[in-house]
Nanobody, 124 residues
Framework: QVQLVESGGGLVQPGGSLRLSCAASGLPLVYYTIGWFRQAPGKEREGVSCIRNGDGSTYYTDSVKGRFTISRDNAKNTVYLQMNSLKPEDTAVYYC?????????????????WGQGTQVTVSS
């Protein structure tokens, strides 16, 4: 059974940082492209970032470029999203996903596996 479990969300002040983790079981992440999505209240879910298997190349949506960093630890079967300089508009439920389409010119999409999500709230 495949499980993706996110952790690391919480309440942070604007300008602060959080690191999200996504631990996988039943799925060796080394073989899959992995990504992070988010969904804010009243908005559609959007792809934030992804990292490809193989060459480890990455994609970031424009609104998070220079602030967020995606990484993976294949030995721990875990993917991370380091979020710095957080803004109130980053407030959302963040989901990790695996086995998805990750291109250079558009956000990640068409994921096969999803975590349950973790809440990130940026507020003073």
């Amino acid at each position: 059974q495949v499980q993706l479990v996110e952790s690391g969300g919480g309440l942070v002040q604007p300008g602060g940082s959080l690191r999200l983790s996504c631990a996988a079981s039943g799925l060796p992440l080394v073989y899959y492209t992995i990504g992070w999505f988010r969904q804010a209240p009243g908005k559609e879910r959007e792809g934030v970032s992804c990292i490809r298997n193989g060459d480890g190349s990455t994609y970031y949506t424009d609104s998070v470029k220079g602030r967020f960093t995606i990484s993976r630890d294949n030995a721990k079967n875990t993917v991370y999203l380091q979020m710095n300089s957080l803004k109130p508009e980053d407030t959302a439920v963040y989901y990790c996903a695996a086995d998805l389409v990750c291109r250079d010119n558009r956000p990640p999409h068409h994921a096969s596996y999803w975590g349950q999500g973790t809440q990130v709230t940026v507020s003073s």
